[in-house]
């Protein structure tokens, strides 16, 4: 044998009794079979062997593993962002001539996915207000095939009854037995609870997603998403489009979320009270109409929040009040010294995003005024409320 085939063929074996609590990155495209038989025998798809690098390896199924674990699943896919997990769960169960009903304050690039492609496809994208039961029963038609819930609500952070959502959808379920040739699937976006805050599946619905460049990474440094249910049905026709899509994500990426969801309690709980305490004291400010926290009273959804969860995401708004201009409040952003302006959240930095929102978001009351989301991390409390004083400060004296 030449020492190029000899370099390539080196024996290998993983090492023995290397008993690590913490797992390895595998990475591969190939995994080889000892025979043809093997070849063809191996099964992937119930996570008990390994046919090729995008059906998984140890690190990935890992991590699938205890993803389910926290989201009180029983399967879990990953994909490379969490959007893709929406659009994997549209993918997956949308056929041409359904329908799809999206609270009117869900994540915007899943709204742009369903308008951009999925009516492209034939499949049509029907709105509802998430605070209002009733208007999702009277949206559901003969053709609606998925319903998206997301609790709290992105950038307004209204928090929706789901178990009442979910009600809803089995009733129609039942109503439409003899002429629905299929069930409407209800799928929830759990990023903001994180499978800490409350637990999805206790709430009834069939799927949930999350976008784990938020907290299970937590670090801020990777783009990742997974799709869980407990139905072994729903779970393959996943993962079976999964598979024909070739979605898979890299070792180093799995690696670092299983890393982070080691210590996702302690950082959703800090963040959690950091969030509380800055949210309670933007309500003392005279610059806002509306403060928006799922744990204040005046908040949208406050008594579900209270009867279903536990805890709340890093997340709160405020609503400028109209005699502030769009330009004031983009000044007030651009003071911000300790928050940074930037898209994303539960990292460790805090930011500060400004918003415009659509007239028709169509969800309990509308908003008028300049909404300003902020993302809080690890930094101090003293030092994130000083940051927000100094900037509305600098405001007041502005106009
Ligand atoms: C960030 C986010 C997503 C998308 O996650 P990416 O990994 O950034 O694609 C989906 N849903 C919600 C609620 C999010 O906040």
Redesign the pocket.
Same mark, same amino acid.
Do not use: R, V
């Given at each position: 044998m030449t020492p190029d085939t000899q370099l390539i063929n080196h024996p290998y074996k993983a090492p023995d009794e290397f008993e690590a609590s913490t797992p390895g990155a595998f990475k591969a495209s190939t995994v080889l079979f000892p025979n043809v038989a093997a070849m063809r025998s191996r099964q992937w798809a119930d996570r008990s062997a390994y046919t090729y690098g995008t059906h998984g390896t140890p690190t990935t199924f890992t991590l699938e593993a205890r993803l389910a674990t926290l989201e009180g699943a029983k399967h879990c896919v990953l994909t490379p962002? +969490?959007?893709?997990?929406?659009g994997l769960v549209d993918m997956a169960f949308l056929d041409a001539g359904d329908e799809v009903l999206i609270p009117a304050n869900a994540?915007g690039?899943?709204k742009a996915f369903a308008h951009g492609d999925l009516a492209r496809w034939g499949i049509q994208t029907t709105f509802f207000d998430p605070l209002n039961p009733n208007d999702l029963a009277e949206k559901i038609s003969a053709k609606t095939r998925l319903v998206w819930l997301?609790a709290a609500g992105?950038i307004t952070l209204e928090f929706p009854d789901v178990p009442a959502c979910v009600a809803v959808v089995r009733a129609a379920n039942d109503a439409g037995r003899e002429g629905r040739a299929r069930p409407i699937i209800t799928a929830l976006?759990n990023?903001?609870g994180a499978g800490v805050a409350f637990q999805a599946f206790e709430m009834g619905v069939d799927l949930s997603m999350q976008?784990?460049?938020?907290y299970p990474s937590g670090g801020g440094d990777v783009?990742? +998403?997974a799709v869980f249910t407990r139905d072994a049905a729903l779970h393959n026709t996943l993962q079976m489009c999964h598979m024909r899509l070739g979605i898979c994500v890299g070792a180093n990426d799995a690696e670092l979320v299983l890393r982070g969801l080691q210590t996702i309690h302690v950082r959703y709980h800090h963040q959690d009270a950091t969030t509380r305490s800055l949210a309670e004291w933007a309500v003392t400010r005279q610059e806002f109409a509306a403060v928006r926290h799922p744990a204040l009273p005046d908040s949208p959804g406050h008594a579900t929040w209270l009867r279903d969860c536990s805890a709340a995401a890093c997340l709160f708004s405020v609503v400028f009040k109209p005699c502030y201009s769009s330009a004031q409040v983009d000044a007030f952003c651009d003071r911000l010294t300790v928050f940074g302006l930037g898209y994303?959240?539960a990292g460790p930095m805090s930011l500060a995003v400004p918003y415009s929102l659509d007239a028709d978001r169509g969800c309990g009351e509308a908003l008028v005024g300049v909404v300003v989301r902020f993302a809080v991390g690890l930094a101090h409390v003293d030092d994130l409320r000083a940051d927000l004083a100094q900037a509305l400060d600098g405001m007041v004296a502005d106009a």
């Open positions: 962002s +969490g959007l893709l997990a929406i994540y690039p899943g997301e992105s976006d990023t903001w976008a784990l460049t938020k783009l990742m +998403g994303s959240w």
